[in-house]
C-alpha cells in the first residue's frame, strides 16, 4: 500500500483546477513563434498593469531580502480610504481564489456543506471538496445564478454559499437588489461569499454597494480581485471585506506571508490610479461590442456578459478549439463547466480581437 493511498478520499476525488494554456506551451506544440500567439483564455487584462503600479513592484525589489508585511499594513490602509472600512475587516489573499479558500477552510469540514450554481467558478467545489465537505450544486437559470433555488438549497448542515456576480465562466449578472433580498433570506449563521472578481467591468447602470450592506448582514463577505482589471493576475493579489468576527477566523487559517512584497507595493500603488481603471474599462466595452458583432455576423449564440470575456456556442466545440490553436489563438474551452458545446473568449486589445475573429471564421470554415 502507498503512501498516496493513505490520503482521505475526499483528496483522491478531486480533479484538479485547469488553468488556460500558456504561450510557451502552445508554441512548443505547434512550432508556432511565441510573438504571433494571441492568448484570450484566462480573462486577463490586455493592458497589463497601470505604470505607477510597475514602478511601485520595481521599488519594492530593494528590499526583497525582507520578509513581506504579513499584516499588509498599508495596502490595508489603501483599501479603508477606497471603501470606508477599518483594517481588521480585510483579509488578504494571495489571488482571490486565496480568500475563497480561506473561508472554505475557516468554515468548512467533513459533515458541512456548501450551496453553488452549476457553471460557476470552479474554484468552489474544488473547495468544497478539500475540506471533505458536501457540495450542493444548484442547477442554473439561463446559466446564471437561480437566487430562489439557491436559497431553497440550504440545508441545516450547511456553512458557506458561494455566488459569483458577474460569473465566470458565463458572464451572467445578477441586479443588486435580488442579491440584497437573497441575502435577507439566508439564515444569519450561513456564510454569504460574493465573489465580485468582475465587477470593475460593470456599467453604471449595473454597479451596487455590495459593502454597503454589511452591517445589515454580518454573514456576508466580498471576494475581489487585482487580477482582472488592475491588470496584476501574475502578482496574485486578492481581498475580503466582511465583519471583523469572520476576517479573525479566515486570518487564523491564512499563511502568515501569503501576499508577497512586491505585490503589495503594487496593489497599493494600483488602487489610486484611477485613470488606469477606467480606461481598462473603457477597452473592455470597445472589445466587447466588437467581439459580439462579429459572433453575431456568424449567427453564433453567446450568453451577455458583464466580465471582460464572452461564452458563444460553436456545436464541436473541441475541434473549433483545435483549429484556434494551430492558427496560435488561444481561448478557453469549458467542457469542465458542464458547458462541453461552449467556448470562453477574453477580451483583448483590437487588433487581439481582430486576429481571434478572422481565425474562428477560418475554423468554423
Known sequence: MSVASKAPDYIHAITPYPPGKPIGELAREMGIPE????KLASNENPLGMSVRAKEAAVAALVDIERYPDGNG?????????RFGVQPDQIVLGNGSNDVLELAAHAYLAPGSSAVFSRHAFAVYPLAT???GARGIEVPARAYGHDLAAMAAAVATDTRIVFIANPNNP???FVDGSELEAFLAR?????????DEAYTEYLSEQQRYDSLSWLPRFPNLLVSRTMSKAYGMAGLRVGYGIGHPDVVDLMNRVRQPFNVNSVALAAATAALADEEFLARSADVNRRGMAQITEALAELALEWIPSAGNFVTFRVGNAAAVNLALLKQGVIVRPIGGYGMPEWLRVSIGLPEENARFITALRQALA
Not at 499594513?73 to 480610504?81: I, R, S, T, V
Request: with cysteine; hydrophobic share 60%; aromatic share 4%.
Open 35 to 38: 510573438a504571433s500567439i494571441v
Open 73 to 81: 499594513f498599508e495596502l490595508k490602509a489603501a483599501l479603508c480610504a
Open 129 to 131: 471538496n478539500a475540506m
Open 170 to 172: 458565463t458572464g451572467t
Open 186 to 194: 439566508v439564515p444569519s449563521d450561513v456564510l454569504v461569499v460574493l
